[in-house]
Structures are given as C-alpha cells and as structure tokens.
C-alpha cells in the first residue's frame, strides 16, 4: 500500500508512534510518505521505502497567523494525487485528521482512505475545548476507520463526542529487538554507584505531567537512601520544577537531561521511572521504560493501568498521591528481589503485549478493511 503518514514532527507521543509504524510498514514493502513542517525527529537516518515531504510555507506580511494547516491541506493533495495514495493516515486530531479531510475534498473523486489516530491531549485537553469540538468530532465521523491508542481513551472519545463512527483500540508498540536494556549505562550517564538508585522521568514538561509531584516524591525517596533523578524533556513547567529542586536542596540529586533524541542509554541506566500524570491516554515513555526492564511508579490516570500492571510491573496511585507513590517506590527499592522480579516482568509484558509484530500488523489488517469497504 501506498500511505500518506501525517504527523508532529517533535518529541511527543504521537510523532514517535507515527514514525515507528512508517518505518514498521515500509520494512514490510509498503510505501510510506510522512508529511510535517519539520523532519520528524526519529527519521533521521536512511530507510528504504520511506520518504519526507516538508510542508513549504508561502511567507506574506499580510498573515498575522500563517495559515499552515492550508498549506498542510495542499501538500496532502498534491502528493496523494501525484503518489497515487491509498491511505492518509492522520497522526492526532488537531489539525491533522482535519486537513487529510479537506485534502480529499480537493482531491475531489480520488480513492483515498483516511484513518485517524487519536493519541490522548487531542481528545482529552485539546479537542474537546469548545474551540475546537466541533471539528474534533466531525474529524472522527468523516474518517474511514478510527483508532484509539487505548481502551481509555476510546472511551473518553465515545463519553466526550458521541461519535457516529466505531474506534477501534490499537494500542501502541515498541520493537523490542531495537528497544532493550544496555550494559554499562549506569557509567555512561555518570551514575557509576551500584547503592544510588537512578530514578528517571521523561516528558513534555507541560502542566498534566505533574512535575513537582515527579521532585516530590523523588525528594521522599532521597530521604530513604542515596538517589539521583535524571528528568528528560523541556517545556513550561521546566522553571517552576527547577525552583522547587533548589527549594528542596536537591540541586546535587537532580539533573535536567533537556530535549534527548536517544533516551534508551538513560533508561538503561534506571531502577525507576516515575509518571504520575494528570491525564494520559497511553504512557509510552513507560512503556519504553518497560522494555528496558524498569518498573513504573505512576498514577493510575487514564490508559496507564492497561499499559503499568499494579503490583506486577510496576505500582499505581491516584493522581496526586505522592505519598503512596513515594512508599510505594521506597519499598520496592529497597528490595532487591522484588525489584528484579518486577524488572523481568516488565520487558515480559511488552514482549508479550506491546510489541511491533503484534501490533503493526493490526495497523495493515485495518488499512486492508477499509480498503475493501
Ligand atoms: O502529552 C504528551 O505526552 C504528548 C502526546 C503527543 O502529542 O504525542 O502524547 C499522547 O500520545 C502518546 C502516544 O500515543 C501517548 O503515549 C501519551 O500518553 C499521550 N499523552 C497524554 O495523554 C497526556
């Protein structure tokens, strides 16, 4: 099949989902364009059957807002003409499920299926704000085929827009012949001590992550035994978490990684990962943690419980419990058995449930049905 892949090009969720099933597809021969403003991040290397179209912005004093979603329209159409696509697979709601709509209307006759693939903030925060509703869910109704990243999130999508059309849970994947732990990774990201537990938290830094309760229930663990958190991402919160480390007196345990294209050294070097978000749909840094064999400490917000299971891989508490959170992590730390245990059933679980020959496949065997009908 010929597919047009649409999607952030940054380090979110959904780029990453959306450039690991491109690259997934075309190793099975299948043709994939991705189209975005910027070269998504995780493509940044030679694969055969893949190709980057960037999205070319005309520049004009007039456009106090320029209108690149216009612009994203028009390369959609353009290339599905000239590429003769058969699908156009929309990568999160906003806009990009919308312009794969108005691409067909220019296309106006041309076969092309669209599919779009919710990931999480663009149903939960994004979508559902009265500014965007209405074609959050007209984007779903207009699509061929739906997925949700998680059985959560397809319920929050049925709860929040009532839509017409069926979403089907595809979960996310990781290829866990690529994705698995390092040696030596504790040296490398200078946390050479076998007794300072490494605790790592990778995010967006934005507000539903909940960073200080990240610091917080860090600052607990510290208390216990000799730690270090290693925090990877930027974003609005970064300041404000940087504040209360210094206010905690924690400036010698805590280190801000930033922005890190390859995060799999760092969660090598893990004994914990710590995600106690507000809202999220899937968690796949928990996921990529997994596949390391790092147990998750998280919140049981939204998809997390289908991804983290309590007591197995990892432990969950309500959102904003740092407390339960903190024992929980304290304990298991202090228990090298058990924490080993939960190591080992954590890669187990994503070789058993998240992997890409489990899931991709799901992806072309949608694509075939939608084709068919
Ligand atoms: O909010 C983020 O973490 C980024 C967002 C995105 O734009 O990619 O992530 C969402 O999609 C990811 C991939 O499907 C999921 O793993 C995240 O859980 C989801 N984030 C939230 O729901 C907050």
Known sequence: M???????????????????????LAKRGHVVHFISYQLPFRLNSFHQNVFYHEVAMLSYPLFKYPPYTLALVNTIAELAEREQLDILHAHYAIPHSFCAHLAREVLAGREVRVVTTLHGTDITLVGSDPSFKRITRYSIDKSDGVTAVSQSLRAETEQTFAPRQEIRTIYNFINTKNVYRLPDARRVVGCPEQNCKVLVHISNFRPVKRLHDVVQIFARVRRAMPARLLLVGDGVERRSTQALVDKLGLQ???????????????????????????????????????????PVIASSAGGIPEVVVHGETGYLA????????????????????????????????????????????QYEAFYRELRER
Do not use: W
């Open 252 to 294: 010698q345990d805590v280190c801000f990684l930033g922005t890190q294209d390859n995060v799999i050294p760092i969660l090598s070097a893990a004994d914990l990962f710590l995600l106690p978000s507000e809202k999220e749909s899937f968690g796949l840094g928990a996921l990529e943690a997994m596949a390391c064999g790092v």
């Open 318 to 361: 309500a959102v904003g419990d740092v407390e339960a959170m903190s024992a929980y992590a304290v304990n298991l730390l202090k228990d090298e058995e058990k924490l080993q245990q939960l190591r080992t059933a954590a890669r187990r679980r994503v070789e058993d449930f998240f992997d890409s020959e489990l899931i991709v496949p």
């Open 2 to 24: 010929k597919i047009g892949m649409i999607c952030y090009p940054s380090h979110g969720g959904s780029g990453v989902v959306a450039t690991e099933l491109g690259k997934e």
